[in-house]
């Protein structure tokens, strides 16, 4: 079992930043590759980024280059999804979820945290 928590949504106005924290735990965690997701309401979810614990590779969208940075903390078992220059379309829940393999798909993902909101206000 791999457990995900979220943490450091918000409200926030458009132009903002935001850092988003997931920490893992449990016994395997490490063997597992971390991805960042978004859902919008009516919308499905999004891939924006992954990391492979071990590695250190990653994968990214191209919607997300330019404004999210992705960084992980071996010490804290904690990775960060760092969000510059919040437009309104950025409301969503964040999820963070692990995933066997580094992968964009969602439903490859095995593990997933309870999701964070973030709001972006005009």
């Known amino acids: 079992q791999v457990q995900l928590v979220e943490s450091g949504g918000g409200l926030v106005q458009t132009g903002g930043s935001l850092r988003l ?3 893992a735990s449990g016994r395997t965690f490490s063997d597992y590759a971390m991805g ?5 309401p009516g919308k499905e979810r ?10 250190g590779s990653t994968r990214s969208a191209d919607s997300v280059k330019g404004r999210f940075t992705f960084s992980r903390d071996n010490v804290k078992n904690t990775v960060y999804l760092q969000i510059y220059s919040l437009k309104p379309e950025d409301t969503a829940v ?3 979820a692990a995933a066997p393999t580094l992968t964009v798909l969602a439903h490859d993902y095995v593990y997933w945290g309870q999701g964070t909101q973030v709001t972006v206000s005009s």
Request: hydrophobic content about 50%; some cysteine; glycine content about 0%.
């Open 21 to 23: 924290s997931c920490a």
């Open 36 to 40: 960042w997701f978004r859902q919008a």
């Open 46 to 55: 999004e891939f924006l980024a992954a990391i492979n614990w071990s590695t």
């Open 94 to 96: 964040y999820y963070c």
